[in-house]
């Protein structure tokens, strides 16, 4: 049996003025992972590549790898980046295979393309009309019709923080198997509701995301393939943004379209709930110093790299050095040149650097602000780790150059590549322990909750600048489909 094995990961915020070159898929190499490599980087990790491998071993197929491209998120990617990366895939199909899979994200905004995954899917169907695809995604697709159109099985994660990456890729594999040993014969329904849910409310572990998703999984205990709903991602100036649903079951299309629609339904009856409120960062940080539990999680969540954001506003830390809150933790400042200069300086040293606010962001109207900072250089490191779960365990990270910068009050982490603060790892290679820190401020909406969620006392979510804002008033929306709930009275 010969299988196809791909990756192309990208969660595009059309807001955001990060660029997306080819390099952020490889991380800091030169080209993404292909043959291989593929095998070295993800055989055993929690990832959805990483459960296809295995499928893949003990079915004893032979794997063809052509590219496994993962890019943090943030603007539209280039088209040369895409090109390359679906270009591989596609010519690999052409030459013939079994079945394929793919770990894909669902919402990759290409220049010039609204709808990445669909594109591809399309492309690969024009060489390989009968050969079976199982997908996996993520809970944060913007779901396009040709994406269900040009797919076998489709799965999506149940959780947010995304924790069940690997299982996702084992719930999108095991049916093409089952297809292929003619024991299933999968069928798909799928379908919209017009909404954008706040990603602060989207949380799996919080209502009404937490009964929607283990509505899921109840009709899969029930026999049903893979039943996903997906919360989407906001922060996508597209038609297609917003929540949707995809159920497969075996052979039964009016069962697959009753339980789809039932997800959507839940969905749509608690629109209300997915509705975050914002409060004024002064009255959170006033809340925060009244705190007496510790450690306290300050969520910088309007520059959340993860979501797209430059990782690198001012505006929550610096509130925090103003209203000399003692010791904090601060992860991560984006800032690449402020850590070329604390490695010219050295460790120990004194510096005063203009840190943070080197990108615009023209979406916002807003230009990017540096704030001055002094500190001691407390610690350089490379940067690289492996995660330690739950999400994405064993995956290898790297930050980037790395390095601490200590105010005395803050110790504050200033990194070369965008990393979301999701993993006690991201601390650890730079030799910070939060759990004996009174205040860790998190560049982070939700997917902290993964890795650090058990150790924070208190919790207060604060208000900055970033692309990743949670008032959608900041937004200029001018492609997303109309109505749209929260954004029309007339969606309501
Ligand atoms: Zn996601």
Redesign the pocket.
């Given at each position: 049996m010969r299988l196809l094995i791909a990756q192309m990961k990208h969660?595009t915020n059309t807001f955001s003025p990060v660029p997306t070159p080819l390099a952020r898929f490889s991380r800091g190499a030169a080209r993404p992972y292909e043959g291989e490599d593929i095998r070295a980087a993800f055989k055993g990790t929690g990832t959805a590549i990483g459960a296809y491998l295995e499928l893949a071993e003990r079915a004893g197929a032979t794997m063809i790898l052509p590219v496994a491209g993962n890019a943090a998120p943030s603007g539209p990617v280039e088209r040369a980046a895409f090109e390359y990366m679906a270009g591989r895939i596609v010519e690999a199909a052409a030459q013939g295979c079994d079945a394929i899979l793919l770990d894909l994200?669902g919402a990759m905004v290409p220049e010039g393309l609204d709808d990445g995954e669909g594109e591809l899917l399309a492309r690969i169907r024009r060489v390989a009309p009968q050969v079976p695809i199982g997908i996996a995604l993520?809970?944060?697709t913007n779901l396009f019709p040709a994406m269900v159109e040009n797919a076998t099985v489709i799965a999506g994660?149940q959780t947010?923080p995304?924790v069940d990456m690997y299982d996702t890729g084992m719930r999108a594999g095991r049916p093409i198997f089952a297809l292929l040993e003619g024991k299933a014969q999968p069928a798909m329904a799928f379908g919209h509701r017009p909404m954008l849910p706040h990603v602060m409310r989207q949380s799996s572990l919080d209502s009404p995301n937490l009964e929607i998703q283990g509505r899921a999984k109840q009709m899969e205990k029930a026999g049903t393939l893979a039943a996903s709903f997906f919360v989407g991602?906001p922060h996508a100036d597209i038609p297609y943004a917003g929540s949707s649903a995809v159920v497969v079951t075996d052979g039964d299309a009016a069962r697959a379209r009753r339980e789809c629609d039932e997800l959507l339904d839940m969905a749509w009856a608690g629109r209300a709930k997915f509705v975050y409120r914002v409060e004024p960062l002064e009255a959170s940080l006033k809340r925060a110093s009244e705190i007496a539990a510790r450690p306290v999680m300050l969520l910088d969540h309007y520059d959340n790299c993860?979501s797209g954001g430059t990782m690198d506003t001012m505006t929550v830390l610096g509130a925090i050095l103003d209203a000399r809150l003692e010791d904090v933790a601060a992860f991560a400042i984006f800032d690449p040149g402020a850590v070329k200069k604390m490695q010219e300086a050295g460790t120990g040293a004194n510096v005063t650097l203009s840190l943070g606010g080197k990108l615009d962001m023209p979406a916002l109207g807003l230009k990017g602000k540096p704030r001055e900072v002094s500190g001691k250089v407390k610690r350089l490191a490379d940067g690289n780790y492996r995660n330690e779960g739950p999400m994405a365990k064993g995956e290898a990270v790297s930050m980037g150059p790395s390095a601490v910068l200590d105010t005395g009050r803050c110790e504050i982490a200033v990194i070369s590549r965008h990393t979301e603060p999701h993993d006690m790892g991201s601390f650890r290679a730079l030799g910070i322990d939060p759990a004996k820190k009174r205040y860790v401020m998190l560049k982070s909406r939700v997917?902290w909750r993964a890795g650090l969620g058990p150790l924070a006392k208190a919790i207060v979510e604060c208000a900055g600048t970033g692309v990743c804002t949670s008032d959608y008033d900041q937004l200029r929306f001018e492609r997303v489909r109309r109505p749209v709930y929260p954004l029309d009275a007339a969606a309501t």
């Open positions: 969660e994200h993520d809970m944060h994660y947010y995304h991602f993860a997917h």
